[in-house]
């Protein structure tokens, strides 16, 4: 079946740093990826997402890449701000629903914290 | 943006009892609903995908009787988990796809924190 695997967190930085968070998956067929991002005591809200291989997901300075070679769909931040403490999850969307729409299928999420 | 809300936000009960979670979608129209339940830092797990005017589907593994779905309008999914137990103790998430987008995109709630004593 469907997987994602996310590296384990937390991940702490100082402010301004280089962000990646890796994430690989296991799918049939060619999913949508996704990365969601949740603040605390928030729900989850989308960040960025790619459809196809090749695709560059980016918003708010985050981007990924969806890498159909290697799996992979991670992501990075080149400055990151206290602002940005979160749990990042990325995500794929594979077979369809009844009804429309189709199933996310989740890692496990990753903590990061930004310290000034 | 599309924004989905959840009520209520927190619930404490006593075993045994029911306790009913209502996801609403409000400036959009979902015909599809995703009820998750998410664990200490653990991911989302899907438990059934509700469907407008018909019966939820429910995930393997996932009691349907246990967590009974309604989805009644275009813009309300409820989820009753019926004689909780403490092992039912958990965040509730329930996301909505916006009908009118066409995009595969699921808007989520702020999730449901329920603790069985």
């Known amino acids: 079946g469907d997987s994602v695997t996310q590296m384990e967190g937390p991940v702490t930085l100082s402010e301004e740093a280089f962000l990646t968070i890796n994430c690989t998956y296991t799918?049939?067929?060619?999913?949508?990826l996704f990365w969601y991002v949740q603040y605390p005591g928030e729900g989850l809200q989308l960040l960025l997402k790619a459809t196809k291989a090749d695709d560059k997901g980016s918003n708010k300075g985050f981007e990924a890449t969806y890498r159909k070679e290697t799996t992979s769909f991670h992501l990075e931040k080149g400055s990151v701000q206290v602002s940005d403490s979160a749990v990042y999850f990325c995500a794929l969307s594979g077979k369809r629903v009844t009804g429309g729409g189709n199933k996310l299928t989740f890692g496990t999420g990753t903590q990061l914290k930004v310290e000034l | 943006g599309a924004v989905v809300s959840q009520h209520p936000s927190r619930v404490i009960c006593k075993s045994g009892t029911s306790v009913k979670i209502e996801c609403r979608s409000l400036d959009f129209q979902a015909t599809t609903m995703f009820w998750y339940r998410q664990f200490p830092k653990q991911s989302l797990m899907l438990m059934a995908t509700?469907?407008?005017?018909?019966?939820?589907?429910?995930e393997q593994g996932v009691e349907k009787d246990k967590f009974l779905i309604n989805h009644a309008s275009l813009t309300l999914s409820t989820l009753t988990v019926t004689s909780a137990h403490p092992e039912d103790s958990s965040f509730y998430i329930c996301?909505?796809?916006?009908?009118?987008?066409?995009?595969?995109?699921?808007?989520f709630g702020p999730g449901t924190r329920l603790l069985v004593l």
């Open positions: 799918a049939t067929g060619y999913p949508s």
């Open positions: 996301s909505a796809r916006d009908l009118a987008s066409g995009q595969e995109t699921q808007y």
């Open positions: 509700s469907n407008e005017g018909s019966k939820a589907t429910y």
